[in-house]
């Protein structure tokens, strides 16, 4: 098993920043990619920012240049999204996404979703 611990969201105004983060644990003995989707009421849930085990990058169009997904050390299971210049668009239930393998054979696979944090941007 692996669970997610995510913190960090909120209610901020339109220009404001907020940061998400996200802490695997359990049955983990390689990571792939980490990452952060979200949801807004009525749509899809979309990937926001993902970041692959050797430290590639990836975000959605719309967040490219105020989003910045990044990990502090080496540890590898925990992952932060810096959201600067916010918009009211980019309100939406927050996820953050883990994949990897649980066994040196790398046949186990994990494929984990942590239970979402509220991001509000609105005056």
């Known amino acids: 098993q692996v669970q997610l611990v995510e913190s960090g969201g909120g209610l901020v105004q339109p220009g404001g920043s907020l940061r998400l983060s996200c802490v695997a644990s359990g049955n983990i003995f390689s990571i792939k990619a980490m990452g952060w989707y979200r949801q807004a009421p009525g749509k899809q849930r979309e990937l926001a920012a993902q970041?692959?085990?050797?430290?590639?990058?990836?975000y959605a169009d719309s967040v490219k240049g105020r989003f910045t997904i990044f990990r502090r050390n080496a540890a590898k299971n925990t992952i932060y999204l810096q959201m600067n210049s916010l918009k009211p668009e980019d309100t939406a239930v927050y996820y953050c996404?883990?994949?990897?393998?649980?066994?040196?054979?790398?046949?186990?696979?994990?494929?984990?979703w942590g239970q979402g944090t509220q991001v509000t941007v609105s005056s």
């Open positions: 996404n883990v994949l990897g393998y649980s066994d040196a054979d790398y046949i186990r696979t994990f494929d984990t």
């Open positions: 970041m692959t085990d050797g430290g590639s990058t990836n």
